[in-house]
């Protein structure tokens, strides 16, 4: 019997995915306000601005549970929209951090998971964009050696 099929789990698959979230973006066609809000509200201060994202951000520091000598960084920020959003609901998208996007993208395939796009940069790492069955954005983040 192949391993977790008693519990529908693949506990050797599951190491090779997920191992933590990589950051939060939000969205706002006035980033400044929604950056001021979050400082005055709920005390997020930004630590700069991001000309290529076209965002501010703020990012959060963690140590590896197992490995403590792994420093981990959330990234936290919001971005500009392409479009007015008055009335709609706002929209973000969850980006998570992968050990090996080759793998994990081939697992993704093989579950008929259309891929929407795949990029590299070579100062933060690999990337792709996916949705989940209820359409909600979802960003995997392959960092590079540097981060």
């Given at each position: ?18 191992d ?11 980033t ?36 403590p ?32 996007m080759?793998?994990v993208?081939?697992?993704l ?8 796009k ?30």
């Amino acid at each position: 019997m192949p391993a977790g099929s008693e519990t529908g789990r693949d506990t050797e698959w599951e190491e090779l995915m997920i191992d933590g979230i990589g950051g939060v973006f939000l969205f706002s066609n006035d980033t400044k306000r929604l950056a001021a809000w979050y400082r005055d509200c709920l005390g997020i201060v930004a630590a700069g601005e991001d000309s290529e994202c076209n965002s501010i951000y703020a990012t959060f520091d963690s140590r590896d549970i197992e490995n403590p000598e792994i420093k981990r960084t959330l990234a936290w920020a919001i971005m500009a929209t392409d479009q007015d959003i008055k009335d709609k609901p706002r929209t973000g998208q969850i980006n998570y951090r992968v050990k090996s996007m080759k793998e994990v993208l081939n697992h993704l395939k093989s579950k008929g998971v259309a891929i929407e796009k795949t990029a590299e940069y070579p100062d933060y790492g690999n990337f792709a964009w996916l949705e989940d069955p209820d359409g909600n954005k979802i960003e995997l983040w392959e960092p590079s050696e540097n981060i």
